[in-house]
C-alpha cells in the first residue's frame, strides 16, 4: 500500500487597490470603526440599482493575468451567485463563472531548492460582500456593508503544490508580484489578501 | 388621458431618462424624442400573419375588433401588409422560462434582512428566511420564484434558461427584420376579450397563454402600447396592441393618437352584462 501525497491547490483573493467600488462610486477603503458609511443604492443592492463598471478594477486584474502569463479573455462576462447570507444585500454576488477574465496562467517559484511551474486555472473579477459583527453574548449580529463591492480577483491554482512550504513559497512570490504592479496593497491584516 | 397629455407625459419620462444612471435602463447619447402630430400616410402597420397561429385560441369578436382598427389606419393612408414573425409561437414558453428565472434571482434581495418583512415566528437564520418569504410572497410570486429556480438549477440551465436565451435571441430577430419594411405592427392585445375578475386565478396556464401577444415586446425589447379598440357583445373591453421598434416610441404613440383621433373607443365604459365584477 502506497501512502498517502498530499496535493495542494489554492483559491486566493486579491482585494484590487482601487479609489471606489467595483460597480459604484462608494470608497474602496478599509474602515470598520464607521459601520455603514461607504455606501450607497448600487452596494446595497436596492432595487433597480445599476451597477456601473470600475475602469480601473479590470486594468488592474488584466495586469494580474499577465503578470501570471495567463492568457487575457477577448470575451468576458458577468454572472449571478446566488446564495442567502446576510452580509449579501443582494442574494447574489456578481461574479464570473462562464467566462472568467484570464486563463491558463502559471507561476514560478522556488522552493526547497528547486525550481517548480504552478499553474493558474483562472482568474475572475467579482464583488466583495459585506461584514458580520456578532454580539459577544450572542444575542445579535450586525451587518456593515463598507466592504460590500469593493473589488475582488480570485486566482484559482492547478493542485500543482505538493508540500505546505511550496503554498507558503507560492502565496509569497505572488504577494510580492502582486503588490510591486500597485494591484493589490497587500495588508493581509485588512483582508486584502485571503484564500 | 388625451394624447397630448399623454405625450407631455412621455416627453417627461424621456426626460427623466437621461438623469444619469442610477437605475437600469438604457441612455442613448445626443438623442431627443419629439412631439409631433401624425400625417396622413406615414404609419405602415404590419400584422402577424403568425397571429393565426393562435387561430383556434383567437376569439372571433377580438378578431373582429382588430380588423376594424386596421380600417381605421387604411383610412388614413396607412399601408397595412402582412409580415412574418415565424418565432413568435414560441414567445409563451420562451417568456415563462426567461422572466421567472430573473424573479427568481432578482426577488431573492426580499428575504427579511434588508428587504421584505421579516417574521417574529423563526428559531434561526434559515427559518427566518424561509417564514419570512413564504409568508410575505403571494402566490403567484411562489409559482414563478419555484419555475425560475427549477430553471436555473446546476443540470437544467442548459436546457432550459439558456435555451431559451437563444430563443429570445431568434425573436428578437424576426422583429428587426420586420422593422426593416414596417414602422408599427398591430395585433390584439390578448386572444379573448378582457376576463373577469378571477376567472382565470385557478389556472396559471391560460392566464400565461392570455400573454401571447403582449410579451414578444419584453422578450424583443420593443416598446407596446395598448389602446381601446372595442367591446365584445356583453360589454367586455378588447384591446389593439402596436408594437414599435427601439427607440421608436415617438412613431408609436403617433401611430396610437391617429387611432384615438378617429374613435371614440376609449371615451366608453364597460358595462359588464349580467353580473359585476
Known amino acids: 500500500m502506497t501512502s498517502p501525497t498530499t496535493i495542494i491547490g489554492l483559491e486566493v483573493h486579491v482585494q484590487l487597490q482601487t479609489r471606489t467600488k467595483i460597480f459604484c462610486g462608494c470608497a474602496n477603503r478599509f474602515n470598520p470603526d464607521e459601520p455603514n458609511v461607504q455606501t450607497c443604492p448600487v452596494c446595497l443592492g436596492l432595487p433597480g440599482a445599476l451597477p456601473v463598471m470600475n475602469r480601473r478594477a479590470l486594468e488592474l486584474s488584466v495586469r494580474a493575468g499577465l503578470a501570471l502569463s495567463g492568457t487575457i479573455a477577448g470575451l468576458t462576462k458577468w454572472d449571478r451567485k446566488q446564495y442567502y447570507y446576510p452580509d449579501l444585500p443582494k442574494a447574489y454576488q456578481i461574479s464570473q463563472y462562464e467566462r472568467p477574465l484570464c486563463e491558463n496562467g502559471h507561476l514560478k517559484i522556488e522552493s526547497g531548492g528547486k525550481s517548480k511551474r504552478i499553474g493558474i486555472t483562472r482568474i475572475h473579477l467579482e464583488e466583495d460582500a459585506g461584514k458580520l459583527v456578532h454580539e459577544e453574548n450572542g444575542d445579535a449580529s450586525y451587518v456593515d456593508l463598507n466592504r460590500a463591492g469593493v473589488p475582488l480577483v480570485e486566482i484559482v491554482s492547478e493542485p500543482d503544490l505538493g508540500t505546505p512550504e511550496e503554498a507558503k513559497d507560492y502565496m509569497k512570490k505572488k504577494h510580492a508580484i502582486l503588490t510591486s504592479l500597485g494591484i493589490c496593497s497587500g495588508d493581509m491584516e485588512k483582508g486584502h489578501m485571503f484564500p | ?277
Not at chain 2, 2 to 23: G, I, K, M
Open chain 2, 1 to 277: 388621458m388625451n394624447h397630448l397629455l399623454r405625450h407631455l407625459l412621455y416627453e417627461h419620462v424621456a426626460a427623466c431618462l437621461l438623469e444619469p444612471p442610477q437605475t437600469t435602463f438604457v441612455v442613448r447619447d445626443g438623442s431627443w424624442f419629439y412631439g409631433g402630430v401624425a400625417r396622413r400616410g406615414d404609419v405602415f402597420l404590419g400584422r402577424n400573419k403568425f397571429l393565426d397561429h393562435f387561430g383556434d385560441g383567437l376569439d372571433p369578436e377580438v378578431r373582429e375588433a382588430v380588423e376594424r382598427a386596421l380600417d381605421v389606419y387604411r383610412g388614413l393612408g396607412a399601408d397595412v401588409q402582412e409580415i412574418e414573425l415565424p418565432h413568435s409561437r414560441f414567445a409563451v414558453a420562451c417568456y415563462y422560462l426567461v422572466a421567472p428565472s430573473e424573479a427568481s434571482s432578482n426577488l431573492a434581495r426580499y428575504d427579511g434582512i434588508h428587504y421584505g418583512r421579516r417574521t417574529d415566528d423563526h428559531d434561526g437564520l434559515v427559518e427566518m428566511y424561509s417564514n419570512s418569504r413564504g409568508t410575505a410572497f403571494g402566490t403567484e410570486v411562489k409559482r414563478r420564484i419555484m419555475l425560475g429556480t427549477y430553471a436555473l438549477s446546476a443540470g437544467y440551465y442548459d436546457a432550459y434558461y439558456l435555451k431559451a436565451q437563444k430563443v429570445r435571441r431568434l425573436i428578437r430577430q424576426d422583429y428587426s427584420r420586420a422593422f426593416a419594411d414596417v414602422d408599427v405592427i398591430a395585433s390584439p392585445v390578448a386572444p379573448t376579450p378582457a376576463v373577469r375578475l378571477g376567472q382565470l386565478t385557478d389556472d396559471p396556464l391560460q392566464m400565461y397563454l392570455a400573454d401571447a401577444y403582449t410579451i414578444s415586446a419584453n422578450l424583443a425589447g420593443l416598446p407596446g402600447v395598448s389602446i381601446p379598440a372595442g367591446f365584445s357583445q356583453d360589454g367586455r373591453p378588447i384591446g389593439l396592441q402596436l408594437l414599435a421598434n427601439s427607440f421608436a416610441e415617438d412613431r408609436l404613440l403617433r401611430a396610437a393618437a391617429m387611432h384615438e383621433r378617429e374613435t371614440d373607443w376609449h371615451l366608453a365604459t364597460p358595462t359588464f352584462a349580467g353580473d359585476a365584477c
